[in-house]
Every structure is written in structure tokens, then in C-alpha cells.
């Protein structure tokens, strides 16, 4: 299983990029996509949609259930990654890279800070 170093996590198995420009990207962890088994649907709220940190930004169905997913930050969504629409299958085969899910316009970078990081997250699974 990858939990690659330069990202930070949450305890809801997302995973947090920090695009250095104020945005993050955000997909679930190969934990999760793992533990959810195959998945064949993913549903995201749409582009310009406003988040508070922890609000629900979406849903990943896999065979045997549903699964929210939560905004580790405050901010705006900004891109959706459209792919899954058609290809829910690359949560799966590529978690941390094609398998992202949206990316965010922060709107207090601080909170990063409070996410965990590769060693803490693996701590959480463990």
C-alpha cells in the first residue's frame, strides 16, 4: 500500500496535494480505494461549489457501498476531474495520480497545517 511522503491526509482517508499556488488537489488514499473495493460511480459537487472544512463534497459508490468524501479544507471547487465520470475504475488503478478527484481554491492555508502527514496517516491505518 502507497502513502506517498509529500502529501498530507485525513482521517477520512483523503489525500491533500499542496499546489504551492493556493489551490490543493484532493482524491482518497489507496487505503481507502482499497478497503472500498471496486468502485463504479463517483459523484462530485460541481464546479464553484463553496466548502467549509469537513463539509461533504461528494460521494464514491463501489460495489457494496456508498462512501461520502469531506473537504479538508475551507474553499471553492475549483476543477472536478471529469475523467471518473466515465472511468470511475481510476480511483482504483491510480489513486494519488489519474484518480483525483477535485481540486480546491483554499480559503485559509492554515489548515493545512492541521492535516496529518504520511507518517501520522500511516499510524491511523495501522
Known amino acids: ?14 489525500w491533500v496535494k499542496d499546489n504551492g499556488d493556493g489551490t490543493v488537489t484532493v482524491g482518497i488514499t489507496d487505503f ?53 465520470e466515465d472511468e470511475p475504475e481510476l480511483v482504483n488503478d491510480d489513486p494519488y495520480g489519474d484518480g483525483w478527484m477535485v481540486k480546491f481554491k483554499i480559503s485559509d492555508e492554515s489548515q493545512l497545517d492541521d492535516l496529518l502527514s504520511a507518517e501520522e496517516y500511516e499510524d491511523v491505518i495501522a
Open 1 to 14: 500500500m502507497s502513502i506517498p511522503a509529500d502529501l498530507k491526509y485525513t482521517r477520512e482517508h483523503e
Open 32 to 84: 481507502a480505494q482499497g478497503e472500498l473495493g471496486d468502485i463504479v460511480f463517483v459523484e462530485l459537487e460541481p464546479e464553484g461549489t463553496e466548502v467549509d472544512q469537513d463539509d461533504t463534497f461528494g460521494t464514491v459508490e463501489a460495489v457494496k457501498t456508498v462512501s461520502d468524501l469531506y473537504a479538508p479544507v475551507d474553499g471553492e471547487i475549483l476543477e472536478i476531474n471529469d475523467q471518473l
